[in-house]
């Protein structure tokens, strides 16, 4: 009998490669979205395959499904700035009573129960890069704190259910990701760099520009993610690429990777806005036997491809 995994939030960006890959492995999957933020052009190459079934729901209402689960994999959330910013109290619902749902079924079932959290939980960190021992820097009652304080309360309810119930919990971190199936108006840097590019308009640098971010490749992350949900690990883990840039040199680089016309512009800071982030993925290289293998050059390449259609 194939196992089966159910995937919240699986028509979004993550998800929807985490669809393909269970499926990969031979698993039967459930995607579960309400495509707040999802889509289903991400999923819709797998409507054929009699493996793959998709659900129309909002996991922060009571989940009901008859048949047994192997794995829960919790996708589910808005996870752009802007996303968090449009839908406020979805971000905190999901995050919290998704997560209470979703562990509810995994208990229910005696399913493996992964978290997709964030490296928003460190918040403006004041410890760089950020090792998942760091206990962050948030500002609960700010734009972001939504979706920090979401998660952040996910990954407590997740430990608590390991501690309290027993149950077989996983808690990834995930960095800054980005590759084809990324939202073109998503909103955040990458794609809103990208797509500007393409159009020759305004390239949009927030304050100096000289905040860091560090991006992983989607492939590498699913790997990560993959191998985390087949390890014993329990406490949390990051996986990102630790390849940090100053944004602006982002700008700079899709403008020449693009050869475009584009002219960069800087427009307000948003509140909150972390001025460095990079994981430290000590714990994953060294666990997981993991380590991003995709440069940002081989990267952007895929996905300034992908922009283009
Ligand atoms: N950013 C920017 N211009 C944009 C979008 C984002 O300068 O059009 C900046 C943003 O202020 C942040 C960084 O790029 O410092 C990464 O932002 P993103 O929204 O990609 O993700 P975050 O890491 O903040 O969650």
Same mark, same amino acid.
């Given at each position: 009998?194939?196992?089966?995994?159910?995937?919240?939030?699986?028509?979004?960006?993550?998800?929807?490669?985490?669809?393909?890959?269970?499926?990969?492995?031979?698993?039967?999957?459930?995607?579960?979205?309400?495509?707040?933020?999802?889509?289903?052009?991400?999923?819709?190459?797998?409507?054929?395959?009699?493996?793959?079934?998709?659900?129309?729901?909002?996991?922060?209402?009571?989940?009901?499904?008859?048949?047994?689960?192997?794995?829960?994999?919790?996708?589910?959330?808005?996870?752009?700035?802007?996303?968090?910013?449009?839908?406020?109290?979805?971000?905190?619902?999901?995050?919290?009573?998704?997560?209470?749902?979703?562990?509810?079924?995994?208990?229910? #079932? +005696?399913?493996?129960?992964?978290?997709? &959290?964030? @490296?928003? %939980?460190?918040?403006? *960190?004041?410890?760089?890069?950020? /090792?998942?021992?760091?206990?962050?820097?948030?500002?609960?009652?700010?734009?972001?704190?939504?979706?920090?304080?979401?998660?952040?309360?996910?990954?407590?309810?997740?430990?608590?259910?390991?501690?309290?119930?027993?149950?077989?919990?996983?808690?990834?971190?995930?960095?800054?990701?980005?590759?084809?199936?990324?939202?073109?108006?998503?909103?955040?840097?990458?794609?809103?760099?990208?797509?500007?590019?393409?159009?020759?308009?305004?390239?949009?640098?927030?304050?100096?520009?000289?905040?860091?971010?560090?991006?992983?490749?989607?492939?590498?992350?699913?790997?990560?993610?993959?191998?985390?949900?087949?390890?014993?690990?329990?406490?949390?883990?990051?996986?990102?690429?630790?390849?940090?840039?100053?944004?602006?040199?982002?700008? #700079? +680089?899709?403008?020449?990777?693009?050869? &475009?016309? @584009?002219? %960069?512009?800087?427009? *307000?800071?948003?509140?909150?806005? /972390?001025?460095?982030?990079?994981?430290?993925?000590?714990?994953?290289?060294?666990?997981?036997?993991?380590?991003?293998?995709?440069?940002?050059?081989?990267?952007?390449?895929?996905?300034?491809?992908?922009?283009?259609?």
């Amino acid at each position: 009998m194939p196992k089966t995994a159910l995937i919240t939030g699986g028509a979004g960006f993550l998800g929807s490669y985490l669809c393909d890959r269970f499926l990969a492995e031979g698993f039967k999957v459930i995607c579960m979205d309400n495509l707040i933020t999802g889509s289903l052009s991400n999923i819709s190459r797998l409507e054929s395959n009699p493996n793959f079934t998709f659900i129309n729901h909002d996991v922060s209402k009571h989940i009901d499904i008859k048949e047994p689960i192997d794995y829960v994999l919790h996708f589910a959330s808005p996870a752009s700035p802007i996303d968090y910013l449009k839908y406020p109290i979805q971000t905190l619902k999901v995050g919290s009573l998704g997560t209470h749902n979703a562990l509810g079924v995994a208990k229910e #079932k +005696k399913a493996r129960f992964l978290l997709a &959290s964030t @490296s928003e %939980i460190y918040g403006d *960190p004041q410890i760089h890069p950020q /090792p998942e021992s760091y206990y962050g820097h948030v500002n609960c009652i700010g734009p972001r704190g939504v979706y920090d304080e979401a998660k952040r309360f996910a990954e407590a309810i997740t430990m608590a259910y390991h501690k309290a119930h027993g149950l077989d919990t996983r808690i990834v971190r995930i960095f800054n990701t980005y590759g084809p199936r990324i939202r073109k108006q998503d909103g955040r840097a990458i794609p809103n760099f990208i797509s500007q590019a393409l159009k020759n308009e305004p390239i949009t640098v927030y304050g100096k520009g000289d905040q860091t971010r560090s991006f992983c490749y989607v492939s590498d992350l699913i790997e990560g993610i993959f191998l985390l949900s087949q390890s014993d690990i329990h406490d949390p883990v990051n996986i990102g690429n630790p390849v940090e840039l100053k944004i602006i040199d982002m700008a #700079k +680089k899709i403008i020449k990777m693009t050869g &475009s016309k @584009s002219k %960069i512009i800087h427009n *307000p800071l948003p509140q909150d806005d /972390p001025k460095v982030r990079q994981p430290d993925i000590t714990k994953a290289k060294k666990l997981l036997n993991w380590n991003p293998k995709i440069d940002l050059e081989q990267g952007l390449k895929e996905t300034i491809e992908w922009f283009k259609y």
